[in-house]
T-cell receptor, first 109, second 115 residues
Framework: GQSLEQPSEVTAVEGAIVQINCTYQ??????LSWYQQHDGGAPTFLSY????GLEETGRFSSFLSRSDSYGYLLLQELQMKDSASYFCAGIGNTGKLIFGQGTTLQVKP | GAVVSQHPSRVICKSGTSVKIECRSL??????MFWYRQFPKKSLMLMATSNEGSKATYEQGVEKDKFLINHASLTLSTLTVTSAHPEDSSFYIC???????????FGPGTRLTVL
């Protein structure tokens, strides 16, 4: 089976840096993706790690360590619009996603 | 990027009725689509994998007779919630994978409310 653990809530201020951790237990694991979801909306893709290391995409970076079954999403220069839920998701060999519980990020002025 | 649509975006129905939700890939073909449900403030739970031309693959604990999935063409998958009950009220989201394993295009979701 697969399970992914994330903190339920994180609060930070505008301009700050925040890290959202994800630990997982999966079988047939091909990679770790990160998604953002605003209330009432669909998930939008942020980042993907198939190999160990850091992937950088603008203000967002994601890290994966397969040996530690651990990854994180790093958000820099936080903006109010970054207030949303963030999900890590394990990818299986068929492409299906198993989502973590989600982390609600609240950005304060 | 690729676009996936869902229809309807919102539906309210009475208990005991059936509701059909359509998921379409607008500019690409999808032999596989995925259906998720999401309760408020909760994660997305994978319900089933829809396979074009064959039976859907359901996740453990999902009633296949309750949630009928039909993948009739390379651009359309439908989810029918049969004999809906208030506990079926949820946000239903479909997705279709792109050519690369990490690509997943999500529909905008359907908010189902069963009275």
């Amino acid at each position: 089976g697969q399970s992914l653990e994330q903190p339920s809530e994180v609060t930070a201020v505008e301009g700050a840096i925040v890290q959202i951790n994800c630990t997982y237990q999966t079988s047939g694991f091909y990679g770790l993706s990160w998604y953002q979801q605003h209330d009432g909306g669909a998930p939008t893709f942020l980042s993907y790690n198939a190999l160990d290391g850091l992937e950088e995409t603008g203000r967002f970076s994601s890290f994966l360590s397969r040996s530690d079954s651990y990854g994180y999403l790093l958000l820099q220069e936080l903006q109010m619009k970054d207030s949303a839920s963030y999900f890590c998701a394990g990818i299986g060999n068929t492409g299906k996603l198993i989502f973590g519980q989600g982390t609600t990020l609240q950005v304060k002025p | 990027g690729a676009v996936v649509s869902q229809h309807p975006s919102r539906v309210i129905c009475k208990s005991g009725t059936s509701v059909k939700i359509e998921c379409r890939s607008l500019d690409f073909q999808a032999t596989t689509m995925f259906w998720y449900r999401q309760f408020p403030k909760k994660s997305l739970m994978l319900m089933a994998t829809s396979n074009e031309g064959s039976k859907a693959t359901y996740e453990q604990g999902v009633e296949k007779d309750k949630f009928l999935i039909n993948h009739a063409s390379l651009t359309l998958s439908t989810l029918t919630v049969t004999s809906a009950h208030p506990e079926d009220s949820s946000f239903y989201i479909c997705s279709a994978p792109g050519p690369r394993l990490n690509e997943q295009f999500f529909g905008p979701g359907t908010r189902l409310t069963v009275l």
